[in-house]
Structure formats: C-alpha cells, structure tokens
C-alpha cells in the first residue's frame, strides 16, 4: 500500500468469539502526526494517552484492540494503555512516546494486557506491507466488512500514497459506536501542517455522519505522513492534492461506516439548501438523520415528508412551514409545505426503495447549506442492541 | 365527574379503522382557558387557530378529531379548522369564539370535514357527564389505553374536581408523539391566574417525558375552569390545593403516555442530582433518557451503565468521569466512575427485570438536580413506525 508502511492483524484472545482482535501499524521511520478526538468529557485512556503523544508532533507505531473500550477504567486502565504502549515499543525497539494506542469494544471492564503482552511478538513478525486489510479486521466489532481506501496521487514525475482504514458501525460492543481511523501516506508533511487539513476532512466526513447520535468515548482519527515517497507537501500542487485525497479517502470511508451501520438496510443523505445560514442549515440536517421517527420510516420504505417537516421544524433553525420544499432524489414530493399528490408520491416511493439516495429540503430563505449522511433504523437495531452483553 | 362539564366520543369515520375518532367537550357555562401548545415551528391549524381563540381567556367547548392532524395542510387546512369549530359553535349555540378544536394523525391530508359535519348532531346528543371515557377513547391513536385522572379537595365546606384527560403514544397516525390533554375544574379562576399555574405543572409533568425526542406539531394542554363548585381560586387555601391537584394528575397522565409509549415495556425515571446546576442536570438527564443505545439496553435488560455514562459525557454538561456514582433504584452500580462488580451487576439486573424504576446518575459536583420518564426502545417501536402508512 503505503511505502513504507506494514501492518498486521491477529487474534489475541480479547473476543470471546475468536476473531482477529489485535492490530500494528509500524512506520520505516518515524512520521509526522496529526489527529482528532472524540469531544465526549468521558474519554477512553487511550485517547487521554495519544492526546499526550500526539503533542510531540511524532508517531511510529499505532497498536489496537477491540473487544474491550479500555474505558471506565479508572487509574489501572491508565496504566494499561500505558503497558500496551511499552510492549509494543519494546518488541519494535522504539521509543514509547512514538506509540499510539486505541481500544474499541466493552466499556468498564480491565483490559486483558497479559493477552496482548503473549500475542505481540507473532504479532511483530507477521508485520508486512499487505498486512492492512488483516489489521482493518483486528479493530473490527460489530462491523460486517473491512474499511480500506487508498489514493494515489503524482508531483514532479513522483507518486504518493494515501491509505486510510477505518471501522465503525452504530454502538460497538457492546457500549457506543466507536469510530476508528487510521490514515497512512508516504507524502512528508509536518504535523502542525497536517492537523488543519485533517481537520477539513474530518469535517467534510466523520463529523456529517450519525447512525444512533451517540458519541463514543473513544473515537479516534489518527494520520501519519513518513516521507518516504520523496515528495514533500511544500512542493508546488502537493498540498492540493493531498488534501483531495484525505477528503475523498475519509468521506469514502464515512459512507462505508453508515452504510455498514447497525441494522442498516440503505445509506441516505440528508441536503438542506436556502437556510438562513449554513448553521441553521446544519441543524435541520442533523436533526432530520437522526431522527427515529424519520429514521423507521426509511426502514419501511415511507415517504413520510410529514416526519422530515417536523423534524424541520423542533430543530431550533428558522424556517417557515409554507415555503419549504422536500424532494427524493429529484422527485418533488412537497411544495411550499404542501404535498405534490398521489404521482409524486408514487415516484418517491420507487426512489426509497433504493439502497442508496438523498433528500433535500429547501427553506427558500437563504444560501445555508449543509448535509449528513445517515442510515435507516430497523428491528435489526434494536435486537444487535438490546441484547449484546447476554 | 366534574360539575358543569359534558362529554362525548364517537366514530365518525376518519379513521380507516372504524374506531372512535371524534370528540366533545363543553362547559354549562363560558370557562376561563389556560393554554400551552408544541414549541415546534411546524404548527397544524388548530394549534394556530387555539392560539388566536385563547387570548379571549374564555373557552366552552372543545372539539377533537383523530386520525387527521390537518398540520401541512396549508390555507385549506385553516379554513377546515374554522368550519369543524363553527360545526361545533352552531350545533351547540355557543359563539363560535368560545370553540377550541385540536386534531392529531396523519400529517398532509385534507381533513374529511364533511365526516365531522355528518356525524356532529348524533355527538352533540350523546354529551353527557359520564362521556369523558368515550371522549378518551375518541382522541387515541396509537394509544392502547385511555387516559383519563381525577382529583377532588375542598375548601371550606365545599369540593372541587379537576379531571383531566391524555393521549400520547410516541409517535402517531403516522407521524409523531403528539401529546393532547384536556382538563377541566369546576373551581372559579380568571385566565391569567390559570395560565402559571398550568405552566408549573406542565413543566413537571409532560415537559420531563420523552418516548423517542420528536415533538409534535399539534402538541395541546387546555385547561378549562369554570367555576361551578362555587369555590374561587382566591379563597384561601384553594391555590395550593388546585395546583396539588393539577400537577399530580399532569404528572400522573404524563407517565401513563410513558407507560404506554409505542412498543414499550418500561418506565423508567431517569434522575441526575449533584450537578454543577440545575440546567446541566437537566442537559444530561435529557440525553441519557433519549439515548438509543440506553434504550435499547433497556430493553435488553441490560444494566449496561457504560451507555449511561458516555450519554451524559456527551451531553454538554460538565462532569468528572471519576466521581460518578450511579444506581439502579438503591443498587450502586458505579462508583466513583468505576464498576461495583458481579454482585452489584446481578442485584442492578434484578432490578431491570422489573416493569418500573429508576435510574440515578450522581455527579457528585453541586446541587443541581433533574429528571425525566422515559420508555424502553424495542422491536415493536421500530414495527410500528416503519410500516404506518401501508
């Protein structure tokens, strides 16, 4: 994939079902680093310790598990993330403060580090530059599939690589819907100017995607830059490119993990244009994706405009009820506030029965816009989540 | 049950489904009003029109239809609100001023205003004091049960009633939580001392219950008093006892739309206390009783407390994940951010087995305390809201 890069993944024994559990991502050399947080107040130790090794702008090697969140852990859980670090930097004879850690899985319960420290020499040796879609298994929960993306992109006569593999479903097991990410290039960048051009991805990606509207308290994105491919983002059209890149690898992923969302049976995206102003715009997005009722109606396949309406209008946006339009992909089911008849409605229909489409509501009051991506809400939901810990 | 008030209910045929779907309420005499309508921005017709007759502080009658909101219905719609309170103004001689009217179900249809004229006459016969049970029946929706609660109290000799009457399911015919009551009282009390009084009561009861966080377009609460106990709200003592009476029968009906949310086999009271404030308590309270993961564990009897915590550690409010306790009833579960263990976790899953409880989330970082009632999220909330309109 990505020069300089290898990766592995492996089962370690933290899932009780056996699957792969265990991941490492090592660089040739140490890379810059940028990343971006969770901003839920409880935070996993693991993001509480990469908050920390992030500052030094530098970054070697990411370990992961799933199967237990490493949060709720209190001061052990601390010193376990801590531990996982060690290890891994031990066996790579690298410094500890080159090492990342992320957990995904169970919150409240002790992470088993005597399973880490036991499987991480194999580990090690299985390392390899086709080892990525093994660790995009290892940091899997309830996901069904792998999450890869990769882009290439030439300077001068010379290519750069960008790969980001990310995992991600609705609530993860069984606490929350952790998100993932972890993006590696061979472009040379540093780290204060990368973190700003993450951030405009992540913006354009994780941030307008919601399957429950629950926040994990470990949501990670992490992204190393290693130089190796010789082109530097100073050069003349790198940075340009680099940065369509990371916007076009983490929107592709973002989609994956919606469309990969707990019980989810169709991707939508919900536009809203004409808003007063993009905030306004934003909040009539977010509350139409994440509503359940608007959210079960995709499930049945209704084209309830009166549940996109409603959702509308307890947004706390402005808007005015006999101005809004509301389409299905290019049908037009609703004018000024009123429905387009039997017709528009039949047509509507066809559309939600599509896997994947979008809706727009147009206030025509203003340029605000804004969208989010979401996905239905089925009876596969609940169950996945009801029972999970039994 | 209350002096000086009639009632009825009846099918007049709105619903395809042949049950009661038509209501009356009216008064002896012109009763004093108290108002409080859905702060969504989408309002149906007879939200606009109640509005409008509410500022006379006098109201006589109310007429209610389900199986139609007429919400996004446009002019027409404003115009069928008005003739379905002249139907009832002329059929009962009243000033078609002194006529409240409410709707809830299918948001977008016209209203079948020539059903409610039909069927007007046989209503208006059938008023009687023992009619508030039909009328009940005729404003339910998905509701599987009426909703009606009395109180009495004297004061000095004499005895007045309040009786008020609920529906609310969740969402509805097909398209949201909307939430009706009524309540009449044969106290004697001028609108503006009735409007606080009923505003402190719906901050207690219907403004602390959440089914699935959509709210509705036709949300109403009237309150009809009209005075025919001979006992004056400003007779000494009658205030407290009014507002006694008020806020437990608000309270009261508040949890039995709980209790009968769609699909729900829980009621549970979600309490915060030892917040920094009140509002942050309130800010967490809200979120964890909205929170699909939470609920859904709910459903799974799952004490799954890592849900409850990550929900309030995204709720804005500010909290130290280290200090918090949480209980199941009096079963510590949490303390101090950390698990209690198995014996703690098999006494707190005894407790989810049961049909009612509470959950308290103590911050241990101020005075401020909040609570809300909320429901379980199953299989059967997602059956009934995804194929409605089918």
């Known amino acids: 994939m990505c020069q300089g890069f290898k990766a592995a993944g492996m089962a370690a024994g933290i899932k009780k079902n056996g699957n792969k559990d265990l991941g490492l991502i090592v660089s040739e050399v140490p890379a810059a680093v940028a990343a971006v947080f969770t901003k839920n107040k409880v935070q ?5 310790l990469d908050k920390e090794r992030c500052k030094t702008g530098k970054c070697q ?3 992961v598990n799933s199967g237990n969140a490493n949060c709720c852990t209190g001061p052990q859980g601390m010193a376990d993330a801590i531990e996982m670090s060690r290890l891994a930097a031990a066996g790579l004879s690298l410094s500890e ?8 899985g169970v919150i409240g319960q002790a992470l088993p580090v005597a399973k880490i420290e036991s499987a991480f020499p194999e580990l090690a040796r299985s390392l390899s530059e086709d080892g990525f879609s093994d ?6 929960t309830t996901d069904t599939k792998p999450k890869i993306v990769s882009r290439k992109a030439a300077v001068s006569g010379k290519t750069f690589t960008v790969t980001g593999i990310a995992k991600g479903a609705g609530m993860i097991c069984p606490d929350m819907a952790t998100m993932l990410c972890f993006v590696c290039t061979d472009i040379a960048a540093d780290s204060a100017a990368l973190q700003p051009m993450l951030q405009k991805a992540v913006d354009l990606s994780f941030n307008r995607i919601t399957i429950d509207g629950d926040t994990s308290t ?3 994105v992490l992204v190393l830059a290693n130089g190796i491919s010789g082109i530097s983002m100073n050069q003349s059209g790198a940075q340009e490119k680099f940065q369509k890149c990371l916007d076009e690898i983490l929107v592709e992923l973002a989609k994956m993990v919606v469309r990969d969302g707990e019980g989810a049976t ?5 536009i809203v244009r004409g808003a007063v102003s993009a905030s306004d715009a934003k909040k009539i997005a977010y509350t ?3 509503s359940n009722l608007f959210k079960t ?5 209704d084209a309830n405009w009166g549940r996109i309406l409603a959702a509308a209008g307890r947004s706390g946006a402005s808007l005015d009820p006999q101005k809004v339009d509301i389409f299905f992909n290019d049908i037009r089911m609703v004018k000024d506030g009123l429905w387009c008849g039997a017709e528009a409605e039949k047509n509507a229909t066809r559309v939600l029965k599509t896997p994947e489409f979008n809706i727009t509501v147009d206030l025509k009051l203003g340029a605000g816009e804004a969208s989010y991506w979401t996905c239905d809400f089925s009876i596969d939901y609940v169950k996945i989540n009801a029972d999970y810990r039994s």
């Not at 660790?135 to 899997?140: D, H, K, P, R, S």
């Not at 109606?297 to 396949?301: I, Q, R, V």
């Open 61 to 63: 090697a990411i370990i």
């Open 135 to 140: 660790f995009a298994e290892a940091i899997m």
């Open 218 to 220: 470990n949501d990670t």
């Open 266 to 270: 169709k991707l939508v995206e919900v």
């Open 288 to 290: 139409v994706a994440n």
């Open 44 to 48: 996993a130790a693991p993001v509480l």
């Open 97 to 104: 403060n080159l090492v990342c850690v992320a957990s995904t």
């Open 297 to 301: 109606a995709l499930f049945g396949e």
